[in-house]
């Protein structure tokens, strides 16, 4: 949507809005906010709003939110008297300089480098999570809503109501889902959304979390997008879908002989550098119980089939064609990973080299001679710090807040007598 900030001025009189939250992703992924009242909102439009930084950056202290005015949006769930309304805001030094670790702003940057070179990029994502029960008390519980399967219907599936709401909440921010299911665990969901220009979708996904998790809690519910919280069961995938154009033109194709030169390439450099981004795309050490079981990927290869590969192309059933990337899950933060993704992809079609489709592809049976994905976090952490290329492509204010929370948790890890009730407090709950 494109408003003016006038327009937007005349809306929040109009519709009765009394608070404005101000949001922006921390460096994990985790959706932010100050809220203001409506009176604050020219000043934020020009001279920004100032919150204390220092708990995510401590070698900062005041940092500026400006509001994004393409990103207004009103929150469904929220009484219509006295209306709530957000916007996704650039994080600015107090001097109006960009703030180097705001990775929605880098992530804008990049996009707009991509431009010049004539590549035009769409993304969207599927992402999984399961709604448990709560207690008397209003505690979560690990025992699942229901005890459907995949693509089941009520009653087997209890799930859909919760599922509808999210859904036509999430439409009514305009966030444009675009199916919606029960998967393969119990009380497991999944909701797809329609394609988008990256930073779009990026924000899409981090807002879907609070939707999902505050319209659970409507219905009595607890939601965990945590990658594996039932050790027997499939965990939860954020499935990355990306289709990318040059000079107007689709790279990627439904099948070897309508995929370009370059799409082979693109695919190619996300293979090459997939073990190095690991550590960014999976930053838990619950992620890693996740791959390798069920049909989440365990080895760098690709395929047509819609089974265990890390990279699915799938039929372009009447959209544009794309690639599916299916090892990422929720607990990433979706700018970091998009940014990766797309440089990854990116280097490959300027390296020239697309041999890496024939070594990797996945043809059925057994899985030989693929390399594996990182078995652990302390494994992706220690090939991610070795990589020349996201040393290259991530600011390094973003690197070593990532790294040094990744080393935190490796220690209190090690540190805990109970794993898995380390596990649960540090990622069930949370995530």
């Known amino acids: 949507m494109s408003f003016s900030p006038k327009e937007i001025l005349n809306f929040v009189v109009e519709n009765d809005v009394k608070f404005i939250r101000l ?9 932010k906010n100050v809220a203001i009242m409506p009176n604050e909102l020219q000043r934020a439009f020009t001279n920004g ?11 900062c202290s005041d940092l500026l939110l400006f509001p994004d005015i393409s990103t207004l949006s009103v929150l469904p769930w929220r009484p219509k008297s006295g209306r709530v309304v957000r916007f996704f805001c650039s994080l600015k030094n107090p001097d109006g300089s960009d703030y180097v670790g705001d990775m929605r702003s880098d992530l804008i940057n990049y996009i707009n480098s991509l431009r010049l070179d004539g590549f035009s990029c769409e993304m969207s994502t599927k992402c999984e999570f399961y709604l448990f029960e709560l207690d008397e008390n209003g505690n979560p519980t690990k025992t ?13 599936d209890k799930c859909e109501n919760a599922r509808r709401e999210i859904c036509l909440s999430l439409e009514e921010m ?123 990927p365990k080895y760098v290869n690709w395929s047509y089939e819609n089974r265990s590969q890390l990279i699915r192309i799938p039929c372009a059933g009447g959209s544009s064609p794309r690639i599916e990337l299916r090892s990422a899950d929720a607990c990433c ?10 440089a990854a992809g990116i280097e490959g079609i300027r390296s020239g080299d697309c041999s890496l489709m024939d070594t990797t592809m996945k043809t059925g049976g057994a899985p030989v001679g693929y390399e594996p994905l990182p078995h652990t976090l302390d494994e992706a ?32 890890f090690m540190l805990a007598a109970d794993k898995e009730a380390f596990c649960d407090k540090k990622y069930f709950k949370i995530n």
């Open 144 to 156: 699942p809503h229901d005890h459907g399967s995949y693509l089941d219907v009520a009653p087997l």
């Open 49 to 59: 709003i100032p919150f204390d930084a220092s708990y995510f950056d401590s070698s």
């Open 174 to 296: 305009g966030l444009n889902p675009k199916s919606s299911c029960h998967k393969h665990g119990p009380g497991q969901n999944e909701i797809e959304f329609r394609e988008n220009e990256p930073v779009t979708a990026a924000d899409d996904m981090v807002h879907y979390k609070t939707v999902v998790k505050s319209i659970a809690a409507q219905n009595g519910l607890f939601a965990s997008f945590m990658p594996k919280p039932l050790p027997n069961e499939h965990g939860s995938a954020l499935s990355i879908s990306l289709s990318l154009r040059k000079n107007g033109e689709d790279i990627f194709g439904s099948d070897t002989e309508t995929m370009s030169h370059e799409g082979k390439c693109f695919i190619s450099g996300v293979l090459n550098r997939i073990r190095e981004i690991t550590a960014f795309l999976n930053t838990t050490i619950n992620s890693y119980e996740r791959l390798g079981i069920g049909y989440a």
């Open 381 to 412: 952490l220690d090939i991610a710090k070795r990589s020349s290329f996201v040393k290259d492509t991530l600011p390094e204010k973003i690197r070593q807040c990532v790294y040094a929370d990744i080393e935190k948790q490796l220690q209190e």
């Open 333 to 342: 933060n979706p700018y970091i990973a998009f940014k990766l993704l797309l």
């Open 23 to 31: 949001t922006f992703c921390d460096t994990f992924g985790n959706l």
